[in-house]
């Protein structure tokens, strides 16, 4: 097993929903941050005010397996439920969509 990397976008379609990502956001950075085996975790906005860049790290799959388990029903969660999201992630080498 090797690191975990999840890289793409997070593409809010309106004013509204970019609303729910920075209103959210921060808690979303802190508690994953300090999960055991993130590596690094960050979310950027670009020049486009609706669009998010996503550049995530972890250990090995079963500390990503557990990020993704952690954060399943969290107030980021659902807020940023619905909005659009073009992911990869690369394991071993191998780049595929998430």
């Given amino acids: 097993m090797g690191v975990i ?5 997070l593409i809010c379609a309106t004013e509204e929903e970019a609303a729910r990502v920075r209103a959210h ?12 085996g993130c590596l690094s975790f960050e979310v950027s ?4 005010p609706l ?3 996503v550049d995530e790290s972890y250990a ?20 940023s439920a619905g909005i659009r999201r073009e ?6 080498g191998v780049t595929s969509a998430l």
């Fill in 60 to 79: 090995d799959r079963a500390a990503f397996e557990a990020h993704r388990a952690r954060m399943a029903d969290t107030a980021w969660a659902n807020a």
């Fill in 45 to 48: 906005q670009g020049a486009d």
């Fill in 5 to 9: 990397r999840v890289f793409g976008q």
């Fill in 51 to 53: 669009f998010w860049q």
């Fill in 25 to 36: 956001l921060g808690e979303h950075l802190r508690l994953t941050r300090a999960e055991p």
């Fill in 87 to 92: 992911y990869k992630i690369t394991e071993n």
